[in-house]
Every structure is written in C-alpha cells, then in structure tokens.
DNA sequence: TTTGTAAGCAAGCAGGTACTTGCATACACG
DNA sequence: CGTGTATGCAAGTACCTGCTTGCTTACAAA
C-alpha cells in the first residue's frame, strides 16, 4: 500500500484536473488518453496504472468534482427574503457557471454513461428542495402569499438560474445584465410568489398591524 | 443534373433521417457513418456520394430540422391571455421535446462544431421574442401591468419552458405533473406580469369601468 | 546496500473510423 | 438497343483510440 501523500497522489490529483478540463471542453468521446496525459504532463501509461481505465478516471473526475460542490444554503429563519434570495441565486449562478461546461456534457451523455445522470441531476434537486423549503417558511412567516404555486414557482426559479447559465454563453443578447441578472429575477420571482417590493419582517409587521 | 424527385432523392431522405435519428442517440463522434448508413438501410458509400462528408451530412441534418421548425406564434389581438398563452406554451413544450435530443447534443457541440450554434440558439430566439412583443402588447391593452420587467419575465417563461423539457427526463419528480405544466407555469407567469386570474378582455373593460 | 515503488519511455496490438477506389448491377430514357 | 445514372459490394488506406508490455530511471525506507 501507499500512504495517502504518497508522490503517487500528486500524479492523481494533476491526472484529474486535467481530464477534468479536457472532458469539459471535449466531452467523453473526445477526452482521449492521450489528450488528458499531455494536458497533465504525465505519461500515457501512468493514467491507466493509476485509474485503470479511461472509464474509471471519468468516473472518478465526476465524483470528485460532485464531492467538492457544496450547494449554498438559504437562512432558516427569514428576515429579508429579497436580500436572502438575492444572494442566494447570485451564488448559484456563480458556481453554475463555473461547472457549466461539465454539466453540459454529463447532460447530453446521461443516456449512454448512466454513471453521469448523479452528477447532473444531483445538484439540481438539492436547490430546489431548500428554495422550496424556505418559500415555506416565507409562507409561515406571512411574508408571501398562501394562494400560489409553490412547486411551480420554485421550478420557474431554479429554471431561470440554470437556462441563464445554460444559454447565455449561445445567445447573450436577451439575458439581464450580469450584474443585475440575480437581483432582476429574484424582483420578478418576488412577484410571482406575492411578496411585496421592500417587505422585510419589520416592514411586514407594520403593515400587517395597519390592515388587521 | 437530376429532377427533384429522382431516386436520389428518396436515398437522400432516408439517409437524412437515419442520420437525425443516430446522431440524436450518440452525438457528433458517437454517430458513425457506418451506424448511419445501417439505420438508413443503405450502402455506407452512398452516404459518402450523396453528402460528401460526415461534417456536410451531420450539417445538412441540423439546417433540414431547422427549417422543418416554425416557432409558433402569439395572437397579435390578445383577447384571454391565460388560455393563449398556455396554447403556447404547451405548443411549445410538445416540439421542444421531440428536438430535445438534438438541442443538448448541439449545446453540447456549440464550442467544436460552430455549425451547431444556429440550430441550438435560433428557436430560442424566436421564442424570446414572439412572447416578449405580445407581452407588450397586452401591457398596451392594460392586460398587464406597466411597471414589470418584461425582459426578465420572458427570460423566465421561455427558460421555465427549456428547464422542463431539459429537465424532466433527467429530474422528473419535482416537476408538475406534464399535462398540468403549461397551465401551472402561465399562472405563475401571470401572477408575475400582473395579470388578475380568468382576467380577459370583457372582464377587464368591466372592472376598469368600474374602477374609474 | 538492498528492496520496493512510482514514473517515464518506446513499441506495439487490435479494433474502429472517415473516406476512397474499382467494379458490377439495375433501371430509366433516348 | 445503347447510354447515363444511382446504387451495391469488396477491398483497402491512413489514421486514431484504448490499452498492454517490457524495460529503464529515480527515489525512499529497511
């Protein structure tokens, strides 16, 4: 055996990065061995005593970069939903975009590499069961509206995050700003989901107190 | 030269559909002209006569299937924009996911094979900017409020859209139910550009009359 | 010093892939 | 009938791809 800072594990970590940036431009069938032995500086051979397999190194990328991504997590107790969603969608599209040319690939290979489907999906589900929990709890805390589509709402959302990374590296053009696009589709999706322009927990209390 | 319905032309349908049909499954490098030419039930040579080259033929696939598509249009008279909007929508969601394994194969391609680019943004486009003038239009016909954020909201619809068609074979549980789904997003959607519920032309002159 | 281990290097193998060539066949039109 | 055209078939070329083998070098622990 070897121990875990072993020299081999240096070879390790530079073979994944670099099949790692060669599938995302490349996709599977274009990822050659070797491909990714040049983009890494090693030996052909030193890819397959380590991993095996072109398979298994692919697998591996996956995993690793799967393990690495941590999904961004919403307040528990809501105070400023449009602060709140705000930076919570701005982060999203910031890691979105870097994973982007992955996520693209495992996407279009999920049929023939089923061991791909985890990596695209996973994240995915894992947004939209915390943003449908916290308009949950904007609900209990009578900052949105009772009457709406959760489920849907929360779709509409997580889709504009993903088509926004998705499609506006190919059509720029009918995308908000950059720099604006989180806090645009967080104003519209406030709408959406009844929460008024400049509600806080303060703001709502006073206005809650006026009506009743 | 050769008249339009020679029998070239049935061996180049075949091929052509053949074609659409493998690359559909495995993509650029995935689709073989050998696999090709099987699926067609013709000689992999034909295939090389008729087209030239697997680029050329790949190519001439992408155009036939764009030109086949027409984006379906928005009525320019809006009368009840709940029911022609969920028309389109769910138009829209029923051609998207006969191309879908076209478009995430080219989305995938976009960066290798430029070709693709067209195929895989135009529809989009189109989509884009047939709902956005006919939300304009309803915002003229005080169908829809003023102060909204067009851009963004149709960025949203149409990515809602792409994000179920993408989506739901990968994640289909957090989905709504597919015969639901356009309905469930235009309310959504309405909700989000002001649109009052079962609020169409005749309601809307009856409670403007009595609003003012 | 001995031994084990990670890595490089050169060569090769078996299968696949795009594409070509030469030749045979069938059919349509004059 | 003869001629052109579309297609099939067999074979082959040049290259690529995943993967293997045999051998060498370098280093590190016992």
Known sequence: ?????SPTMISRE??????ARVYAKHGFRGATTRLIAIEAGVNEVTLFRTFGSKGALLEA???H???QFEISKLPLRPVD???ELTSWVGRNLDTLRTMRPLLVHTTSEVDERPEAAKFAC???HHAHDELRSYITRLQAAGLAAADIDVGTSVVMLVSSVMGDV?????VPDVYPPMDEAAMRYVQCFLRMIGVQKNKSIAANKKQRSRIT
């Open 1 to 5: 055996m070897f121990a875990l800072d």
């Open 14 to 19: 530079r073979i994944l990065e670099a099949a």
């Open 61 to 63: 990328v996956l995993t």
């Open 65 to 67: 970069n799967d393990t």
């Open 81 to 83: 939903p449009a602060a």
């Open 122 to 124: 996973e994240g995915r």
């Open 166 to 170: 998705m499609g506006r590296p190919m």
